[in-house]
């Protein structure tokens, strides 16, 4: 059995871009990349890196990803899932939700976002009989400790060979 994929968004979960000048968010430093301030944790590469998971990026920083935030972070070049342009979403729906479903036909997953929403759910759930966990983010706040609890909690019965949860 595959291990479950956890799909990372970059602005938001990564990226508290909705945070305010100061204090910035604990752990998180100020980082210019393509003109923009963007604050990441170096400790979230590693905390990632150590769950039961196959990590990709789902953002769109698509490719960028890999090369801009991936070394401040500690995560090595990860799978990238690409948008399409244009793509058309029904009402309430995250641009990114019908791709997610093609990417991850089959497969159980994670996807840690700030823009998912309970009609993504609704809607992932009517096309796909594999389990899946939307755990969305505070863009304000970003991934925190209780974040990264509920992913090991959620793939402690979704992966295989998971280690208990306090091991």
Sequence with gaps: MERPLLLLDVDGPLNPFRA???????????HTIHGLRVLLDPAHGPALAALPFDLVWATTWEHDAN?????????PALPVITWPV???????LCFKTPTVA?????????WVDDEVTDTDRAWLAA????????HRVSAR????????ATLATWAATHAPDAAPIGD
């Design 20 to 30: 305010g000048r100061a204090p910035l968010p604990r752990g998180y430093l100020p």
């Design 67 to 75: 090369t801009e935030i991936a070394p401040r972070v500690g995560l």
């Design 86 to 92: 244009g793509a058309d979403t029904a009402p309430g």
């Design 102 to 110: 093609a990417y991850t036909a089959g497969r159980p997953f994670a």
């Design 127 to 134: 096309r796909r009989d594999t389990p899946f966990l939307l």
């Design 141 to 148: 706040r970003g991934l925190r400790p209780t974040d990264l």
